[in-house]
């Protein structure tokens, strides 16, 4: 999970005051892209499946990560 939460900290940081969401997507494409990650599903962003929104003045920041 370190690395999930690696790679996600890592795409936040390139987001940071330039975009105003968190792709899904992308995030989705980074579970996907880590070593010992085969496939996924249900997987959830602050318990959605959607593209999150950011406010202008606001970072995004990677909270909790479970992989069951």
Do not use: H, Q
């Amino acid at each position: 999970m370190t690395n999930i939460s690696t790679s996600i900290a890592t795409y936040l940081a390139s987001i940071a005051f330039k975009e105003n969401y968190i792709s899904y997507a992308k995030v989705s494409a980074m579970v996907l892209e880590t070593v010992g990650v085969l496939d996924f599903t249900d997987l959830k962003i602050n318990n959605g499946t959607v593209n999150i929104a950011i406010g202008n003045e606001e970072v995004a920041m990677v909270g909790e990560v479970t992989a069951t």
